[in-house]
């Protein structure tokens, strides 16, 4: 029912092609299949998460949707996980509203942005990235954001949109980076979506997120935090 209603409130640019791939099966084996990039699964996962929030608390949220890899800011680049079981839940949970997805065109990996707003009335955006499990569920694996003096309009429905299925991606230019520079990054598992955040020693940080529209690469994002 969820996933309906979030379809329903998305304006969609997706590509329902597929891409064809081997999956996963049993030891030895793999089974062919083709699969999709599906939105509306991801912002009910953001969503889902925003409710956890303000049902169980702000850093159980984050600690129970994340990957074991998941990586945070605060500034410097943590493991999310090692860092949320030293956190207390906050009295009052921050809360968030997703205003645009991006998926890869096999749904491996998708993109959300959107505003945040804490109870002392300083609001922001933020940037989080997801990875479909082998179930099929989506977790995060990266997650990062910045305040702002105005907060971000809301839209009137989520903006959707997935890479281009065709053509063969060839992996993007890499952002420069200093030698004392922190990187992280990851690409989607078809080649069509990729990541990447570089973090000064200040703690300042560029944020890019890359797209495949069949025969080259669209920046999706481009996002710089400042230090501080």
């Given at each position: 029912?969820?996933?309906?209603?979030?379809?329903?409130?998305c304006?969609?640019?997706?590509?329902?092609?597929?891409?064809?791939?081997?999956?996963?099966?049993?030891?030895?084996?793999?089974?062919?299949?083709?699969?999709r990039?599906?939105p509306?699964?991801?912002?009910?996962?953001?969503?889902?998460?925003a409710?956890?929030?303000?049902?169980?608390g702000?850093?159980?949220?984050?600690?129970q949707?994340?990957?074991?890899?998941?990586?945070?800011?605060?500034?410097?680049?943590v493991v999310?996980?090692q860092?949320?079981?030293?956190?207390?839940?906050?009295?009052?949970?921050?809360?968030?509203?997703?205003?645009?997805?991006?998926?890869?065109?096999?749904?491996?990996?998708?993109?959300?942005?959107?505003?945040?707003?804490?109870?002392?009335?300083s609001?922001?955006?933020?940037?989080?990235?997801?990875?479909?499990?082998?179930?099929?569920?989506?977790?995060?694996?990266?997650?990062?954001?910045?305040?702002?003096?105005?907060?971000?309009?809301?839209?009137?429905?989520?903006?959707?949109?997935?890479?281009?299925?065709?053509?063969?991606?060839?992996?993007?230019?890499?952002?420069?980076?200093?030698?004392?520079?922190?990187?992280r990054?990851g690409?989607?598992?078809?080649?069509?979506?990729?990541?990447?955040?570089?973090?000064?020693?200040?703690g300042?940080?560029?944020?890019?997120v890359?797209?495949?529209?069949?025969?080259?690469?669209?920046?999706?994002?481009?996002e710089?935090?400042?230090?501080?």
């Amino acid at each position: 029912m969820l996933a309906a209603l979030v379809l329903a409130g998305c304006a969609t640019n997706v590509n329902v092609q597929g891409r064809r791939l081997n999956l996963e099966g049993p030891p030895g084996r793999e089974r062919e299949g083709i699969l999709r990039a599906d939105p509306s699964k991801v912002v009910a996962a953001e969503l889902a998460f925003a409710r956890l929030a303000q049902e169980k608390g702000q850093w159980t949220a984050f600690a129970q949707t994340a990957t074991d890899n998941a990586v945070m800011f605060v500034p410097q680049p943590v493991v999310a996980r090692q860092w949320l079981r030293r956190q207390a839940n906050p009295a009052q949970a921050v809360k968030w509203q997703p205003h645009q997805v991006w998926s890869s065109c096999d749904g491996s990996m998708a993109v959300t942005k959107g505003a945040w707003q804490r109870p002392d009335g300083s609001v922001g955006y933020f940037t989080t990235v997801w990875e479909r499990q082998r179930r099929g569920e989506y977790k995060w694996v990266m997650d990062q954001g910045d305040t702002l003096a105005q907060p971000l309009a809301a839209p009137e429905m989520i903006a959707a949109s997935a890479a281009d299925c065709g053509g063969q991606p060839t992996p993007p230019a890499d952002l420069l980076a200093g030698p004392e520079d922190q990187i992280r990054a990851g690409t989607a598992r078809d080649g069509t979506l990729r990541w990447q955040v570089v973090v000064k020693p200040d703690g300042s940080r560029r944020v890019i997120v890359r797209r495949w529209d069949g025969s080259a690469w669209r920046d999706a994002l481009d996002e710089q935090v400042a230090a501080g």
